[in-house]
């Protein structure tokens, strides 16, 4: 894992902080995802509804976009409309 300054881990805190409430609030019911940590690893999966683990592209980045990738997955799996990140939908209604 790369070595990260005070303000580089704030920021990925903050956006996993972020993703796990878009989660919370797109995922489809039934559906699970569980971040594991260990010691010099950290990953993301996705259970569906029957708890049998989902293969999906973890996208490469963060754990926050990991976790978003992983809620994208599951909605395409319902055939669920995507949903805009948090930032995008208040742009909309600004207009």
């Not at 989902?54 to 996208?59: A, H, I, S």
């Not at 809620?71 to 207009?95: F, I, L, T």
């Amino acid at each position: 894992m790369p070595h990260l300054s005070q303000a580089q881990r704030e920021t990925e805190h903050q956006e996993m902080g972020a993703a796990v409430q878009y989660a919370a609030e797109c995922l489809p019911v039934g559906w699970e995802i569980w971040v594991i940590v260990e010691h010099g690893n950290a990953e993301v999966r996705l259970y569906d509804p029957q708890d049998d683990q989902e293969q999906f592209d973890p996208t490469g980045g963060h754990l926050g976009d990991e976790v978003r990738a992983a809620v994208a997955h599951a909605r395409g799996c319902e055939n669920m409309p995507p949903v805009a990140h948090r930032a995008d939908r208040r742009k909309r209604s600004k207009r």
